[in-house]
DNA sequence: GTATGTGAATCTCTTCACAGCC
DNA sequence: GGCTGTGAAGAGATTCACATAC
């Protein structure tokens, strides 16, 4: 693994949260950098992209190895290559989707995911209206088939986009069928098993920060429509 | 407005971050409870429901004012009220939809939105091709009328939903116009002046959240398709 | 008895500052 | 000179525990 030195992270322990979270962003500079054909970048750089001091990069990157060299800062190509390994993302992770609704089909094309190793190998819908049709290639295939199909295919996580109410009941199936990681799009929280991992998106929760952080900003008194009831 | 009692959350100082965040959780849980009946509920009733400790719901809700009675715990239909007015989801919020692609067209049809006082009111994109047609019942407008039609609806916040590659100059067209609050959807970070808000919605950067939680678990070398190159 | 609101204690994360290395 | 990795200090968030109120 490139260069020597040790690497291991044993997690569980200690690693921030909100570090985990950096690494990703560490990760996409980083391949903003390859393309620009950068080799080397220093903590200091890295963190002005990001907005967040040196001492905070270095920290983060400490916690899953010993990726800088004294004077130089990090190589580019390396330290990417170690991110990837970290997150997993230098593997393919055949992925189901379950719900063929409007934004599951939008997160079906969405780029961001095909490109990262987030390969989505069969797709599901509770609708038997929706079954047996196409989405962008992809066969839309009963909830019933799903535990066939992720043996078969060896998936391993599933993106949830089906509606609050049905989420907690797909959300068992999946479990069911032996997925071990959920990306949950439904503004639920899910009840499942320790071992397996849930991260949501939730869209709506995020607008309401947005509208918290404007009202904020407008002394809590002023323009936008001061309708009432509705 | 309604009880007596302060009020006054003065915020920008003090107020934990992630404090606003479980506001809307609470909020919700709230509307649910509603549903339901009940009248009342305890900081430990509430707590349980998000998983989350007594102590830390009343902290939460005492940055904002003082919403409870002591041996009653808090009126579910009294505090919904209040919580609304703080993230400021009682008054209506025109909103702009900027990218009119798939993530764009799903997130016009997403229910979370409509439901909480996000009026999605004019709709753009900046592709010529797309000008014109309609999508559930919204003219597409092109770029060029965005500052017109902001002044002429009051548009107050963006939801971009653009290639990574356009976020920052539609971002900086949004800002032009007027729009005090983005709700960003591209993997970017985008540059604005101070007084405007921007919360994003990172998905792929939470898809690597999941593979690295599910990396860790399978003790960094395990099942999935451990494919290299490509 | 029940339950809130809040200072104090604890835990967690970030920043500082510097030894060590190139 | 420039830069990393890291212990120690500082800031921030959460939990404890109790005075107060119904």
Same mark, same amino acid.
């Given at each position: 693994?490139?260069?020597? #030195?040790?690497?291991?992270?044993?997690?569980?322990?200690?690693?921030?949260?909100?570090?985990?979270?950096?690494?990703?962003?560490? %990760?996409?500079?980083?391949?903003?950098?390859?393309?620009?054909?950068?080799?080397?970048?220093?903590?200091?750089?890295?963190?002005?992209?990001?907005?967040?001091?040196?001492?905070?990069?270095?920290?983060?990157?400490?916690?899953?190895?010993?990726?800088?060299?004294?004077?130089?800062?990090? $190589?580019?190509?390396?330290?990417?290559?170690?991110?990837?390994?970290?997150?997993?993302?230098? #593997?393919?992770?055949?992925?189901?989707?379950?719900?063929?609704?409007? %934004?599951?089909?939008?997160?079906?094309?969405? $780029?961001?995911?095909?490109?990262?190793?987030?390969?989505?190998?069969?797709?599901?819908?509770?609708?038997?209206?929706?079954?047996?049709?196409?989405?962008?290639?992809?066969?839309?295939? *009963?909830?019933?088939?799903?535990?066939?199909?992720?043996?078969?295919?060896?998936?391993?996580?599933?993106?949830?986009?089906?509606?609050?109410?049905?989420?907690?009941?797909?959300?068992?199936?999946?479990?069911?069928?032996?997925?071990?990681?959920?990306?949950?799009?439904? *503004?639920?929280?899910?009840?499942? *098993?320790?071992?397996?991992?849930?991260?949501?998106?939730?869209?709506?929760? $995020?607008?309401?920060? %947005?509208?918290?952080?404007?009202?904020? $900003?407008?002394?809590?008194?002023?323009?936008?429509?001061?309708?009432?009831?509705?």
């Amino acid at each position: 693994m490139s260069r020597g #030195k040790s690497n291991s992270y044993s997690s569980e322990t200690g690693t921030p949260k909100a570090a985990v979270e950096r690494l990703s962003l560490y %990760l996409r500079e980083l391949e903003a950098l390859l393309e620009s054909g950068q080799k080397t970048i220093s903590s200091h750089q890295l963190g002005q992209a990001l907005k967040i001091t040196d001492a905070q990069v270095r920290k983060d990157l400490a916690y899953f190895g010993q990726f800088g060299y004294p004077g130089i800062g990090y $190589r580019v190509e390396e330290l990417r290559e170690s991110l990837r390994a970290v997150l997993g993302t230098d #593997k393919v992770w055949p992925t189901a989707l379950v719900g063929a609704g409007n %934004l599951g089909r939008a997160l079906l094309g969405y $780029r961001g995911f095909a490109g990262r190793g987030f390969q989505v190998t069969a797709v599901f819908d509770g609708d038997a209206e929706m079954v047996g049709k196409k989405v962008l290639g992809h066969e839309i295939h *009963p909830m019933e088939d799903l535990s066939r199909i992720a043996d078969e295919k060896g998936l391993v996580l599933a993106i949830l986009a089906v509606p609050a109410a049905a989420a907690e009941e797909v959300a068992s199936k999946v479990v069911q069928a032996g997925i071990v990681g959920i990306l949950n799009f439904a *503004p639920t929280q899910l009840k499942v *098993p320790d071992e397996v991992s849930v991260i949501s998106v939730d869209m709506a929760l $995020r607008l309401e920060q %947005l509208a918290f952080q404007v009202n904020q $900003r407008r002394g809590h008194v002023a323009s936008p429509s001061e309708s009432k009831d509705e």
